[in-house]
């Protein structure tokens, strides 16, 4: 999400710190839910984030942009089904409040949307690695169909709207200690960092 101005992008392409990153996502196995995820950029020196995430069902997300629908009664439904914890909860509708405010004093909405496919690998060897890789990415300029916050997914983008991104997006996350074999793999001229 941004707005016409690209604010948001703005400040992640001059690394502020504390610049912000908001997202909805979705998956096409599960088109009944969306997932708002803000980043924040606390230190560009030390790549130090600050991720939180959280729930809401699809067709909220318009009346959510909007400042019509809060996603505290939907938290309370998930609490009393035990499926999220109070501390969660809490953490949740401060989140979702936070990036209501931010929605519409910014007026931000969808201006960008990516596809793309997604592979990830796990090492139980090493438990705190993850590695994560996106293909077929294609970025468009999100449009909007009538009544709606996005153009829905069967309405292809306009060929001039769209670019196809030419290589795959290898993301290698590690706690702790990068693994020897990844250290390696990083350093063995098959990567190319962008």
Same mark, same amino acid.
């Given at each position: @999400?941004?707005?016409?101005?690209?604010?948001?992008?703005?400040? =992640?392409? #001059?690394?502020? !710190?504390? $610049?912000?990153?908001?997202?909805?996502?979705?998956?096409?196995?599960?088109?009944?839910? $969306?997932?708002?995820?803000?980043?924040?950029?606390?230190?560009?020196?030390?790549?130090?984030?600050?991720?939180?995430?959280?729930?809401?069902?699809?067709?909220?997300?318009?009346?959510?942009?909007?400042?019509?629908?809060?996603?505290?009664?939907?938290? #309370?439904?998930?609490?009393?089904?035990?499926?999220?914890?109070?501390?969660?909860?809490?953490?949740?509708?401060?989140?979702? !409040?936070?990036?209501?405010? *931010? &929605?519409?004093?910014?007026? @931000?909405?969808?201006?960008?949307?990516?596809?793309?496919? %997604?592979?990830?690998?796990?090492?139980?060897?090493?438990?705190?690695?993850?590695?994560?890789?996106?293909?077929?990415? &294609?970025? &468009?300029?999100?449009?909007?169909?009538?009544?709606?916050?996005? %153009?829905?997914?069967?309405?292809? $983008?306009? @060929?001039?709207? *769209?670019?196809?991104?030419?290589? &795959?997006? @290898? *993301?290698?996350?590690?706690?702790?200690?990068?693994?020897?074999?990844?250290?390696?793999? *990083?350093?063995?001229?098959?990567?190319?960092? =962008?």
């Amino acid at each position: @999400l941004d707005n016409d101005k690209f604010v948001l992008f703005s400040k =992640i392409l #001059k690394e502020e !710190n504390g $610049a912000t990153q908001v997202r909805v996502e979705w998956y096409d196995d599960d088109m009944d839910m $969306a997932y708002f995820e803000e980043k924040v950029f606390r230190d560009w020196n030390t790549n130090t984030t600050t991720d939180m995430r959280f729930p809401l069902k699809y067709k909220h997300v318009a009346p959510y942009l909007r400042g019509e629908w809060t996603y505290e009664a939907f938290g #309370k439904k998930l609490f009393e089904r035990n499926e999220i914890t109070q501390e969660q909860l809490e953490e949740r509708t401060k989140i979702a !409040n936070e990036i209501q405010k *931010q &929605a519409y004093s910014l007026d @931000l909405k969808a201006v960008l949307r990516s596809d793309y496919k %997604r592979c990830v690998f796990k090492d139980s060897n090493s438990p705190g690695l993850r590695m994560a890789i996106d293909d077929d990415l &294609a970025l &468009a300029k999100e449009s909007y169909d009538k009544g709606r916050w996005n %153009r829905r997914s069967t309405t292809p $983008a306009l @060929l001039k709207d *769209q670019t196809q991104f030419p290589f &795959a997006i @290898l *993301q290698i996350k590690y706690k702790d200690k990068c693994p020897e074999w990844v250290s390696k793999f *990083q350093s063995s001229g098959v990567l190319v960092p =962008i």
